[in-house]
């Protein structure tokens, strides 16, 4: 018996709705599994379902060989299987210790014992937290320690994890992955969702592929290639690099001067960056993750303010601009898409074609304008075909979409807006290989159509597919520049680490 | 992506399951049961009198929820309308006896309206104050303001040779009772604005999303400042009617529940305090069937007491079987993962 959890024919539906149907999934012990798939093919369900956050429709799931339901997070942690989460689970305002005994505490705590039995667990895992510290200062590597250490603390021995590198910078995931190998000698399973397809082939030992809800292939990670990955993901035979190999093709010339950013400065995530951005070329910004190139960018886009002494100057077209507001910087034809769709890009009481609508509407002036449904229906018909945004209903609701779909909704909405600069943050994150392709070829459209284009991204291929011209931020600063013809990944890297 | 195509119309689930699955399917259900339930069990519930005294009270609640509606639908909230609204009307009643026109006194008290809605809206939108305390803050200010300088009685009559005044809230057009015909006619406006106008539309992309709004462009401040002030400019509205059905105008009501009751019929009405969507249509329901639940109480001759138990007790009904038939969906809040 060396399945420690086992799923026999399972399904899971929401509504009616599958998110994954008839799904045999085995977890041996001691082994590192990755899940792998697109958005939406029912990873995270099958996850969630295995932690007790809901129960299945149909079909069974055995843990240690005995059939079980769990009721709650709780019960399954009581049966040893934890789940650190995407967005860590843990109370910013109280300190690691705390957080550690978290619903275990004596009735009558003595903080100082708390602090010294933490600081055993942590050290017997080798974790360097400071018991003392507050969650809320700790980054983003450090709090996936303490939640793994609390898990721990309660005996998990089956440890999910989704998406656990995306947080991280590189430097932490090779800590993070050494820490995968402990926990598997320690004799803990490790189920582990990812979408970077490199980590699932390192670290993995099996591999297990679901596609639309259904399970199409389980194997040994040795038998994988990055190839028969992506098709057996997508389902069809694609060119087997998504992204272009680097030096591929030749820059565009660049055009007009359109932003430029000289000394800029904000409190302490942006400091003295210099940089331009030129129409007609793709300018792609590579930084590791507190570099300081999203709030550069919301600078020009008028979200955030620079610093009122000392704070550089920012000029649009040859004009020195200070935006008080979005509003002002839209009205000249900059537009920001945001990396968090959530928090700031969609409006997910409406549907898709008021979200399209809600960008043109806005940047005009009169409030008494008069507007209906089904002029709004009809100008965001021309953005669906455009970029290909499928839905199920014509009426749906933007939530009910698929984050590629979701993610073109947004990009829309600002392309309604006849922007001459657009920014593109993180454009293809939690977006599915097939809309990654599509939302690139639009990128270019917009370069070749004599647009000023800046891609934000943390990806390196991204980066290297879609850019003519290179720049790499550094703790606030733009550190380095290069065409694409002069790129490689390492020089690319070299800047931004060191 | 394979996931089930269109919904063919035979599919879709029969008409009264549908009914009782949105909220407002619910309190229309509710509305129509309790009116049957009344006019079969209360003798004078059907007559003549009765109705109209029942159009005409729930007529002046239905404009403070539209006031009240348009704040929450842009996920705000104003409980300083009832100040708003009986000190600007009391204060206008107060000058004209004090010698002022009567006109250019009742135009005084709507400067002052909307000016307490403008100072609440800067608060709210440049001082970043939550909504609940600001306007909970400023009614009290407000009303305290009123109650120490501009007036001591705290019932103000309409002033005398004001004939055409008492035509607002006692007249009727083509016999139906003035009060209706304003509360139809600000429905139709309301309507409009929220449905057809950028107005409108950007107060359902401030409720949905208030980051996403401010990024795509919302004029955020100036709409929040607007909203307020309407709804304050509402309130003074509804207390000129309200003065002239009753020939005065009570500053006591301030210290009753009338505003719980305005939040009663936008939220039974199925407006989510979370903003971003509702209508117009919502209000109507909310305010026909709290009006009839209040006026079959007042025949039944219930306590007054009792009577807000049982308001309350229908308010947290609305709300747990909203998060019943609405769930926080499982589904909708990870799609993005799944």
Redesign the interface.
Known sequence: MSDIVAFRNATKA??G?A?FRNVDFTLRRGEVHALLGE???????LTKVLAGL?PLTSGEMLVEGVPRMFASPADALAHGIAMVF?ETNLIPSMTVAQNLFLGEEAFFNRLRGVNIRAQQQLQRLSFHVEPTALVSSLGAAKKQMVEIARALQRHARVLIF??PTAALTPEEKQHFFALIERLKTEGCSIVFISHALEEALAIADRISILR?GECIVTDEAGNFTRGRIIQAMVGRKLKDELYGSPSRRRARPAGRKVLALENVSMGKAVRSATMSVFAGQVTGMFGLVGAGRTEMMKIA?G?LKRDFFHGGSVRLNGRSVRFG???HA??RGVA?I?ED??????????GIA?NIF??K????A???????LSQARREAAEWVERLNI?T???DA?V?????GN?QKVVIA?SLI?APELIIFDEPTR?VDVGAIAEIHSMIQQLADAGGAVVVISSYLPEIFAISDRILVAKQGRIVEEMSIEEATEEKIMYAAVH | MARPAIIRKDDRPPFHARLLRSQEGIVFSLAVLAFVLFAILLPGFLSTGNLLVLVRSVSILGILALGMALVVIARGIDVSMIATMVVSVSWAFVITRAGYSFELALLIGAVFAIAAGVIIGVLIAFGDVPPIFATLAAGSVIYGTGRTFFFTLEMQNVPPDTDWFSVIGQGNVLGIPTTVVFFAVLCGLFHLVLSRTRFGWMLYAMGSNPNAARVTGVPFRPMTVAQYAISAFVAYLAGLILASSAAAINARLFNSTMIYDILLVVVLGGIGLNGGHGSVRNVVLGTVFVGILLNGMTILNIDYTVQNLVKGIVLLLAIVVDSIVNPRDEQTSQQGDL
Request: hydrophobic share 35%.
């Open positions: 929401f509504r709705v998110a958005n939406g093919a029912g990873k995270s369900t809901y995407q989704d998406e639309d886009a979200i507001v979005p509003r839209i009205s920001y945001t769709r959530k928090l700031d890009g969609l409006f997910e009481t409406a008021q809600f960008g509407l806005f940047k005009g009169n409030p008494a304008t008069v507007v209906t499928r199920i209903r014509e609701k939530v009910e979409l698929s984050g979701q909405k807006q939690g």
